[in-house]
């Protein structure tokens, strides 16, 4: 390697281009940061999106978009390919791209996904807390409110909490917090065991279409728990349970 | 049957043979060898220069501002400590500038043909210095092996051959014909190329270890999944570009009225 001292660039003496420059190989450096950071920042939505599925229906839908919409693409789907799947405005879209772009920044102060996890559930909490205070009759937001409560999501633990703000919802006839209240009267969480209250509740949430609360409700009259015992009353029940989901009614036959 | 006249031969004319064959089979192999490293770095210097055409600059921008922001904050602050900032963010915005617009940005794009490539690998065949029968004749090797590869790099074959037959009509590529061949320079050679074989090892293990080239790979891999990974790193970067710009304007709004 001594004999081309003379001559720069040879294929014999002279060592690659593509390692001797400081410069551009840091450049490279920073691409290369960037992309793996957009992996992980991808890899994280990917979580938040499971996460996502197992939150209360109609949770902060434009943040499902935006998950639904990073996941596509980072599964291979062309951006205009996914926008139009999911009919997303160019706002949306650009809403996005940002959301996409700026989650390493958040990422890096997760360090463990568990921390991701929580703090997720602690912004979707106190995205209620604003909205219920803007709107504090809003039976959505009061029973997803019972809900983080009931299960902890985002807030410490509280049935006492849960029970209260699903009886908010509940008496403005959201069927979903009907149902919720219900099991909390039969379970005697938050609030003294009360099958005659769970039945009650059961009953409304029934009435308007809530599948749960259907079949609880046609189990509470076969076993004449809160309400007296029947037979005919609980296989209905059951019965319009099933004709909505594909519910094995055990008393057809 | 060449082996019946194998059978005539004197063991040292035997063993001249054996290693004449040798030395045929390390040439051969070290020709592909020097030609897929003068790909493998020929393609990597493209990608870089296309890298940093479309990506670097935008970095280059993106630094620039950055060093202007924080120069604009030491001049508000006025501590060492912010000058210190300012003055390490313009130094980044310089190399960054210097590594986007350098040589490295101006390699083409990398796509011989065919014809090209086969011209090249002739034109290797025939002058690699590890050919050399002489010091004279390596030393001419060596040099127009030198100007081969940078001609390849550009794909410009009519330089290709200017170089073949400025190497033909040098009295070097007359071999000094010794009647009795020399199995010491046989052995010298064979020693030659392994040492090169070896020494084209270790650059391609550096070079595929090299992070333009896993910057290539990884751009490869996606454009096969229909993602283009240097467009969306431009438009990542230019976002951030904007949002430095805003920035800038910002601060010296509210500072100008004092």
């Known amino acids: 390697m001594s004999a081309g001292q003379e001559k720069p660039g040879g294929l014999v003496q002279v060592q690659s281009t593509a390692l001797a420059k400081g410069g551009a190989n840091s450049l490279a450096v920073r691409g290369l940061n960037h992309l793996r950071d957009k992996e992980l920042a991808e890899e994280w939505l990917r979580k938040g999106l499971e996460l996502q599925t197992t939150m209360p229906a109609g949770v902060r839908p434009e943040l499902q978009t935006t998950l639904e919409y990073i996941k596509q693409i980072s599964t291979g789907t062309k951006p205009d390919v996914a926008a139009e799947n999911l009919r997303m405005t160019p706002e949306d879209q650009e809403r996005a791209r940002v959301a996409h772009h700026f989650m390493p920044d958040t990422l890096n102060e997760c360090a463990q996904l568990e921390e991701a996890r929580n703090n997720q559930l602690l912004e979707v909490f106190l995205c209620f807390e604003r909205g219920i205070q803007l709107d504090p009759h809003h039976p959505l937001l009061q029973h997803n409110i019972g809900t983080a409560y009931y299960f902890g999501r985002g807030v410490k633990q509280d049935y006492s909490q849960a029970y209260i703000w699903f009886r908010k919802a509940a008496e403005q006839g959201n069927a979903n917090a009907q149902y919720c209240l219900g099991t909390l009267y039969s379970d005697g969480e938050g609030v003294d065991r009360d099958e005659v209250e769970a039945a009650a509740w059961l009953h409304k949430a029934a009435e308007q279409g809530n599948t749960d609360a259907q079949v609880g409700l046609g189990l509470a009259y076969k076993t004449g728990s809160g309400v007296p015992q029947d037979y005919a009353q609980g296989a209905m029940w059951l019965r319009r349970a099933g004709e909505k989901e594909d519910f094995g009614d055990p008393t057809a036959d | ?258």
């Open chain 2, 1 to 258: 049957m060449p082996t019946e006249i194998v059978h005539n031969l004197s063991p040292e004319e035997q063993e001249l043979a054996r290693k004449r064959q040798e030395l045929a089979i390390l040439q051969a192999e070290l020709i592909d060898r020097e030609l897929s490293l003068a790909n493998l770095r020929a393609e990597l210097a493209a990608f870089e220069g296309r890298y940093l055409r479309e990506v670097g600059i935008l970095y280059a921008e993106l630094d620039d501002w950055n060093a202007k922001i924080a120069e604009f904050a030491a001049e508000a602050a006025g501590t060492e400590q912010a000058r210190a900032a300012a003055s390490e963010a313009r130094a980044q915005a310089d190399e960054s500038y210097a590594a986007a617009h350098g040589e490295a940005s101006k390699a083409e794009d990398f796509s011989p043909s065919p014809e090209l490539r086969k011209l090249f690998r002739d034109v290797v065949n025939q002058i690699h210095p590890d050919r050399a029968a002489s010091e004279v004749d390596r030393a001419l090797r060596t040099r127009l092996t030198a100007e081969a590869n940078l001609a390849y790099k550009r794909q410009d074959a009519d330089a290709l051959r200017k170089i073949l037959e400025e190497y033909k009509n040098s009295p070097e590529s007359v071999k000094g014909d010794g009647a009795a061949a020399d199995l010491q320079r046989i052995l010298l050679q064979i020693r030659r190329i392994s040492k090169r074989l070896a020494e084209i090892e270790v650059e391609v293990a550096e070079l595929k270890a090299s992070e333009i080239a896993l910057l290539m790979s990884k751009v490869a891999i996606t454009a096969a999944k229909g993602r283009n990974l240097l467009a969306e790193m431009k438009k990542d970067v230019q976002q951030r570009i904007d949002l430095a710009r805003t920035e800038y304007k910002d601060q010296s709004a509210r500072t100008r009225p004092r």
